[in-house]
């Protein structure tokens, strides 16, 4: 009997899974929080790319691919 007690006290005192699961959660709840974050900022960040993308000024070449042709 007093082998089991030991046992059960050496599981209870042994804390690397404890570390584990916490690094587990915290990863977790980062994570979380990124996707929350980008979802939320989503809609911002795709206009700022609309608005430069609508304010660059491509100039047209007219000839072509680049060649005087001769």
Known sequence: MSTITSAIKTFIADEDGVTAIEYALIAALVGIAM??????????????FNAVKDAIVVPATGGGAGGSGG
């Open 35 to 48: 996707a929350v974050a980008a979802t939320a900022l989503g809609g911002k960040i795709s206009s700022a």
